[in-house]
T-cell receptor
Framework: TQLLEQSPQFLSIQEGENLTVYCNSS?????LQWYRQEPGEGPVLLVT?????EVKKLKRLTFQFGDARKDSSLHITAAQPGDTGLYLC???????????FGTGTRLTVIP | DTEVTQTPKHLVMGMTNKKSLKCEQH?????MYWYKQKAKKPPELMFV???????INESVPSRFSPECPNSSLLNLHLHALQPEDSALYLC?????????????FGPGTRLTVL
């Protein structure tokens, strides 16, 4: 059973377009991380959101944690080819050492 | 130092070989993880070490044997693997017990079993 479902699974857009990736669950998480992974490399941590309703910005990337801490979104403004990669959300639970990874969204930004 | 290193980068082995994957971090993290990742899939947790003790084993076959010699090092010993074990093996580390459990990943070892 996959706790965190991401949508869309695949996304191919032109450079300069905006996009949103969703990460949804029926479970509550104490925090949620977003990672980006390039082919043949390990995931790189982009952001951690902890408080329900929290919004964090990282240059052209905006991350939001749902009020109930069950879902999150990642919005990219004016996508660039360097944004291409696999985006993974991952939820943490208090007292648990493991992360629950989402199903992943593979983004391709075409120049 | 905010880096997790893994060696080797690539490994090709036969089904009768014995090999080891190595992971090292110097961030003072006391939790370390092994993940297996197949192409186009999210990482799957294999093992978790917390304070050098094995705390989670996700029903991994015994042909994979983890070892945590000290707080900075994590090994994964491989023996009698199958072709379906070919994957990217990722190591990660974090501060155990924190609410946000931010994990920092190494670049991975690309394993091919012939």
């Amino acid at each position: 059973t996959q706790l965190l479902e991401q949508s869309p699974q695949f996304l191919s857009i032109q450079e300069g377009e905006n996009l949103t990736v969703y990460c949804n669950s029926s479970s509550v998480f104490s925090s949620l991380q977003w990672y980006r992974q390039e082919p043949g490399e390990g995931p790189v941590l982009l952001v951690t959101v902890v408080t329900g309703g929290e919004v964090k910005k990282l240059k052209r990337l905006t991350f939001q944690f749902g009020d109930a801490r069950k879902d999150s979104s990642l919005h990219i403004t004016a996508a660039q080819p360097g944004d291409t990669g696999l985006y993974l959300c991952a939820g943490a639970r208090t007292g648990a050492n493991n992360l629950f990874f989402g199903t992943g969204t593979r983004l391709t930004v075409i120049p | 130092d905010t880096e997790v290193t893994q060696t080797p980068k690539h490994l090709v082995m036969g089904m009768t070989n014995k090999k080891s994957l190595k992971c090292e971090q110097h961030m003072g993290h006391r939790a370390m993880y092994w993940y297996k990742q197949k192409a186009k899939k999210p990482p799957e947790l294999m093992f978790v070490y917390s304070y050098e003790k094995l705390s989670i084993n996700e029903s991994v076959p015994s042909r994979f044997s983890p070892e945590c010699p000290n707080s900075s090092l994590l090994n994964l010993h491989l023996h009698a693997l199958q072709p379906e074990d070919s994957a990217l093996y990722l190591c990660a580390s974090s501060h155990p017990g924190l609410v946000y459990n931010e994990q920092f990943f190494g670049p991975g070892t690309r394993l091919t079993v012939l």
